[in-house]
């Protein structure tokens, strides 16, 4: 069963929350609406399941609009997982999963599924607390009492909102598991709002990422998720990565720029050495490139996880010429190369050097001639040698060592 978004705007208390949002979401996939607080998510999870009519717009389950269907149709197609956990009455564990039966129970007769809310109870792990009154619960425990009244509810299509705000690590990964093991062999359409960016990338096919009431971008995790669509939706500086366990994508939140280094440099590299230097003209807050750089090791991933442009060449061979023209590109268009003395000479490095109006060699080991002047300076200094250009004399001031 299809959830189809398209067009949809809310506004409540004259202030728009969502505009013009669209999303399909299909049977057998999960998909992760992320996003800053305040950005939306909730709200277009309550337009999802009829809770909040929109200004403009559809939601359609299967092509029947959500909120032309009576409460129990509705809740007989789509079961929500509420972030608020706060429950005030005092029924049992089992009494309030039994509440997720209401839209299947005929007016005369029995449930046509009575061991529903047994079954329901032992996937959300809640099964040992079916006698305690829900409010001697906490916080967590009382996320996933709520879970498995939705599941008790036997929808086809299933909404949570922040389902592992509540849970400790241990009880996040379960849940995720469950609903991805929800969507896949129940073949259920899974939504849900989860502000662990790194938790939504692993589970989720695919993320919406929701900023000002807007869908900035939606697709694959990996590709949502870069530095740039971060910086618009949270304004924050981040490295993305892939985590070397599960594969898919991973988020570090990384401190703004010390400071705002206004120029374009152009990194050499080889055998890891561009890495550190990256990191330190990123954190300066220098318009970065990297390369050419062996495909797969250390500073290749590194210029990916900070979002760089990188010229990449196979282990064990020069640079062709693709990637020798593009780097050339780079070291003409940037203020400053900079390489590490150890890899100075490497491959082709030694010839971009000489192709560098301006080039700054971080550390001690002896150079070879590569035609042009350079500036020696300590590790922990290249971003002062940077932003301390002559313009005039059109290279580097000495920072912390001699000219070569």
């Known amino acids: 069963m299809t959830l189809d978004v398209s067009g949809v705007d809310v506004s409540l208390a004259g202030t728009r929350i969502l505009d013009d949002v669209s999303t399909t979401v299909p049977d057998g996939r999960l998909v992760g609406v992320v996003g800053p607080n305040g950005a939306g998510k909730s709200t277009l999870l309550r337009a999802m399941n009829g809770v909040v009519d929109p200004d403009a717009g559809t939601v359609l389950v299967d092509g029947e609009a959500v909120h032309d269907l009576s409460s129990k149709a509705a809740s007989r197609r789509i079961a929500t997982v509420p972030q608020d956990t706060h429950v005030s009455f005092d029924f049992t564990v089992r009494q309030t999963v039994e509440m997720g039966r209401h839209p299947h129970q005929p007016r005369f007769g029995s449930d046509s599924d009575p061991d529903a809310v047994d079954r329901a109870m032992e996937r959300a792990e809640v099964a040992q607390f079916a006698d305690r009154d829900v409010t001697s619960l906490s916080g967590g425990e009382k996320q996933r009492v709520l879970l498995a009244r939705a599941l008790a509810q036997d929808a086809p299509i299933l909404l949570l909102d922040e389902p592992t705000a509540s849970l400790d690590v241990n009880h996040q990964v379960r849940t995720l598991e469950l609903v991805r093991g929800l969507a896949d062999s129940d073949d259920r359409a899974v939504v849900a709002a989860i502000h662990d960016l790194d938790l939504a ?193 059109g290279r580097p001031a000495v920072a912390d060592g001699g000219s070569d």
Not at 226 to 238: G, H, Q
Not at 324 to 337: F, G, I, P
């Open 201 to 393: 990338a692993r589970y989720c096919d695919e993320l919406v990422l929701v900023a000002d009431g807007e869908v900035l971008d939606s697709g694959l995790p990996r590709d949502v998720l870069t530095p740039e669509a971060i910086r618009s939706a949270f304004d924050a500086r981040v490295a993305v990565g892939t985590d070397p366990a599960t594969g898919s994508p991973t988020v570090t939140p990384l401190p703004d720029a010390d400071a705002d280094l206004d120029a374009r440099v152009h990194v050499l590299g080889g055998g890891d050495t561009a890495t550190p230097l990256v990191r330190e003209l990123v954190d300066a807050g220098a318009a970065v490139s990297v390369g050419p750089v062996v495909a797969g090791d250390t500073d290749h991933e590194t210029a990916e996880r900070f979002g760089l442009d990188c010229v990449t060449v196979d282990p064990f061979g020069p640079p062709g010429d693709e990637a020798d023209a593009r780097a050339r590109e780079h070291v003409a268009a940037a203020d400053a190369v900079v390489v590490a003395a150890d890899a100075a000479d490497w491959g082709a490095n030694a010839s971009l050097r000489s192709a560098a109006e301006r080039a700054v060699v971080v550390g001690e080991t002896a150079l070879g001639d590569a035609g042009t002047a350079s500036t020696r300076v300590a590790t922990g200094d290249v971003a002062d040698a940077v932003a301390a250009l002559d313009d005039a004399g």
